[in-house]
C-alpha cells in the first residue's frame, strides 16, 4: 500500500494525518504545546516544544503505515498556520520565539503605517490588511521595541519554513504563505519593495519565495532515523491553512463560501484573480498562482466558547469530567433552550482584539443587553449567536468584494455542533454543509502533493473525496429575531469601537 501524510501546523497543536491511495484517513496523531501570553498581548510558541510535537506527530502515523511491510510514504505535505514570526542570527540561532497570528503587541505600529497612507499603498499590491497579526507589523515592532534583536536578525522564517530549514537546511517559503506576511506582492509575486523599505529588511533576510508544489527530498540522516522514513521522501511545502481549508472541503466553486471556526475563524471564497478591497476589509492569499483565496479571518472563535466553558460554566465542566460527558455538549444542550437571539442578550466576541471585519486589534468583549431575566444558559446562547454574528458581519464585506454567496461549506470543532451548525444557517440564511473528511487541511495538502508529484492533474480531483454528511436548512422560525437583532450588533460594534483604544490602554496599565 502506497500512502501519503497531511500534516496541519496549527496554533496549539500539530496533526498528522495518514491517507491510503483512496485518500481514506488510516491514523492520525495529534500533539499540542503552549502558547505563551506571558505578558499582555503576546502570543509566542516554542519553537523547540513545536518541533517535539511535529516529529513525534509525524513518527506516530509513519508507524502505523508498517514500512516494514513493504507499504510505502510517497509524500509528507503541509498546512500550515499562517503569519507566524522568527527571528535568526547569521548563524542560525534563534532570537526570537515564534510569533504567532494572535500576537498584538504590534498595534501600535500598525496604527501608524495605516494612519500614514503607505498601508493602503502596501495592502493594495500584498492584500494583506494592515494588522498586529501580520509580519510586517511585526517587524516594525520588532525594529522599535526590540532593537538587539532587529540588528542582530540576518534571517527571518516562519514556522513551516524552519521546520524545511531544519529538516533539510532549505530556506524557502511557499507563495500562500509569503502571501499573508504584508511583505510579498500578489501581482509579480516577489518580496515588495515598498514593504521591505518600510521594514528596512533586505530580501537577503526573507526566504526565497517557491511554489506550493515545490518539494525537498534530502533529508538530514538523523532526521530520518528519528522519523522512520527514507531521507529521500518528498517533503511538499503546501500553502496556509485558510486557502487549503476551502480546497479541503470543496469549497471552489464561485459563490462557495468556506467558515472554518476552530481557536480563530474565517470566511473565505476562491477567486481565479487576486481580488483587492477599496476599503481594504479583506484579505487576499495564494493557494497557487491560479486559485487566490478571498475573504476575513476573525481572532475571536472556539477559543471563546473555551472562555466560556471556563469562566462561566467551570462547576459544571467538572460535573461532565466525572459523568465522562463533553463539557461542550452540555453546553450546547443548555443553550438549545433558549430561544434564537437570546432574549435580547448580546455579545460581541472581542476578546482577543478582532480582524476583520473592524481590524482593531484593541477591541474587546462585551455582553449588551443584560437583564434580571437572563441566566447563564442565555449567556453561553449570545456567546455562540455573538461568534456567529461577527462572522455574518465579515460575510457582508466579503460580498461587496465578490458578489453574493451561494452555500456554505463549513468546517473546525464547530461543524461538530448541531446547534451552532444551525445558527450559521439560520443567520446566513444560507444552506450550511458539513463535509464527511472533517480533516479537510490534511486532506487539502495530500491533494496538493499528488498534484506535485504528477498523479492528478487539477486539483478539483478533490471533489471524489469530500463527502456531505448533513445540510442545515435555515429555519424561518428564527429569522425575524435574527433579522432584527444583526443590525443591532452591527451598529453597537462601531459606537464601542470610539471607546476601545481606552479601555485596552487602563487594561495595559493596571493588569499584568
Do not use: C
Request: glycine share 8%.
Amino acid at each position: 500500500m502506497d500512502y501519503m501524510i497531511g500534516i496541519d501546523l496549527g496554533t496549539t497543536s500539530t496533526k498528522a494525518v495518514l491517507f491510503d491511495d483512496q485518500n481514506q484517513v488510516v491514523a492520525q496523531s495529534n500533539v499540542g504545546y503552549p502558547l505563551y501570553r506571558d505578558q499582555t498581548d503576546m502570543a509566542e510558541e516554542d519553537l523547540e516544544e513545536i518541533f517535539v510535537a511535529f516529529t513525534n506527530a509525524l513518527a506516530a502515523v509513519v508507524r502505523k503505515a508498517n514500512l516494514s511491510k513493504g507499504n510505502k510514504i510517497t509524500a509528507v505535505s503541509f498546512s500550515s498556520a499562517m503569519h507566524s514570526l522568527i527571528a535568526f542570527d547569521k548563524d542560525w540561532k534563534p532570537l526570537t520565539r515564534v510569533i504567532t497570528w494572535a500576537d498584538t503587541r504590534a498595534v501600535k505600529y500598525a496604527d501608524e503605517l495605516k494612519e500614514s497612507g503607505q498601508g493602503m499603498e502596501i495592502y493594495q499590491k500584498t492584500g494583506t490588511p494592515i494588522h498586529p497579526m501580520a509580519p510586517l507589523s511585526k517587524l516594525l515592532w520588532l525594529r522599535n521595541d526590540q532593537p538587539d534583536i532587529y540588528k542582530n536578525a540576518a534571517h527571518y522564517l516562519g514556522i513551516k519554513e524552519y521546520l524545511f530549514f531544519r529538516l533539510f537546511g532549505a530556506n524557502k517559503m511557499d507563495i500562500s504563505i509569503a502571501s499573508g506576511t504584508g511583505l510579498f506582492n500578489i501581482f509579480n509575486l516577489d518580496w515588495d519593495e515598498q514593504a521591505l523599505s518600510v521594514t528596512g529588511l533586505s530580501k537577503n533576510q526573507l526566504p526565497e519565495p517557491v511554489s506550493p508544489y515545490e518539494y525537498e527530498t534530502k533529508m538530514k540522516s538523523d532526521y530520518a532515523t528519528v522519523l522512520g522514513l527514507p531521507a529521500d521522501t518528498p517533503f511538499v511545502y503546501g500553502a496556509g491553512d485558510g486557502p487549503l481549508s476551502n480546497l479541503g472541503v470543496d469549497a471552489v466553486q464561485p459563490g462557495v463560501a468556506a467558515i472554518t471556526i476552530g481557536t480563530s475563524g474565517a470566511i473565505r471564497v476562491v477567486s481565479d484573480k487576486p481580488v483587492i478591497d477599496p476599503k481594504g476589509r479583506t484579505f487576499t492569499y495564494a493557494l497557487d498562482k491560479e486559485h487566490w483565496v478571498v475573504g476575513g479571518p476573525v481572532n475571536n472563535g472556539g477559543d471563546v466558547f473555551r472562555w466560556a466553558r471556563d469562566n462561566l460554566f467551570d462547576a459544571e465542566k467538572s460535573t461532565a469530567a466525572l459523568l465522562g460527558q463533553d463539557a461542550y455538549d452540555l453546553m450546547t444542550e443548555v443553550a438549545s433552550k433558549i430561544p434564537a437571539g437570546s432574549d435580547g442578550l448580546l455579545f460581541h466576541p472581542y476578546l482577543g482584539g478582532e480582524r476583520a471585519p473592524i481590524w482593531d486589534a484593541n477591541a474587546r468583549g462585551s455582553f449588551f443587553g443584560l437583564n434580571h431575566s437572563h441566566t447563564r444558559a442565555n449567556m453561553i446562547r449570545a456567546v455562540l449567536e455573538g461568534i456567529t454574528f461577527n462572522v455574518y458581519m465579515v460575510s457582508l464585506a466579503l460580498e461587496e468584494v465578490v458578489g453574493s454567496l451561494k452555500s456554505i461549506q463549513a468546517t473546525g470543532g464547530f461543524a461538530r455542533s448541531p446547534l451552532w451548525r444551525q445558527m450559521f444557517a439560520d443567520i446566513f440564511e444560507q444552506p450550511v454543509t458539513v463535509p464527511q473528511a472533517f480533516e479537510s487541511g490534511a486532506l487539502a495538502a495530500v491533494v496538493v502533493a499528488q498534484k506535485a508529484l504528477g498523479q492528478i492533474d487539477d486539483l478539483y480531483e478533490i471533489s471524489k473525496y469530500v463527502g456531505k454528511s448533513n445540510t442545515y436548512q435555515p429555519d424561518p422560525e428564527n429569522f425575524e429575531a435574527y433579522r432584527e437583532l444583526a443590525p443591532i450588533f452591527i451598529r453597537l460594534s462601531r459606537q464601542l469601537q470610539t471607546e476601545y483604544d481606552n479601555i485596552a490602554d487602563f487594561q495595559r496599565k493596571h493588569m499584568k
